[in-house]
């Protein structure tokens, strides 16, 4: 068993490289709005590799973690519920919006 130092250290390194995977998820598309969309990739292909590197990391977040994906299945499926009743009812972030 890992010590709550090593743990951490893993849930750290974890982090960061997926914040690394996310930032080349955003390279696979022209995100620039100082070049002209044409003059930057659009690569579908590379997205799905860099999402897939993504789920490996939050497997091994949830890991260090300690957090069983039963009870992540849950917690995501009342936040989807959650999610769908604003859509619903109209939800907005501006109060003079919302129906």
């Known amino acids: 068993n890992a010590t709550p130092e090593e743990r951490m250290n893993a849930i750290r390194d974890k982090s960061l490289a997926l914040y690394q995977e996310v930032a080349e998820l955003v ?13 930057q990739p659009w690569s579908n292909s590379n997205a799905i590799e860099e999402i ?8 091994e977040i ?23 009743d604003r859509i619903k009812r109209g939800y907005n972030n501006d109060p003079s919006e919302r129906r």
């Open 62 to 84: 949830m890991e260090a973690a300690d957090i069983d994906p039963e009870n992540l299945s849950i917690v995501f499926n009342e936040k989807l519920a959650e999610n769908y």
């Open 52 to 59: 897939v590197d993504c789920f490996f990391f939050l497997g």
């Open 27 to 39: 390279d696979s598309f022209p995100w620039k709005p100082w070049r002209s969309i044409e003059d």
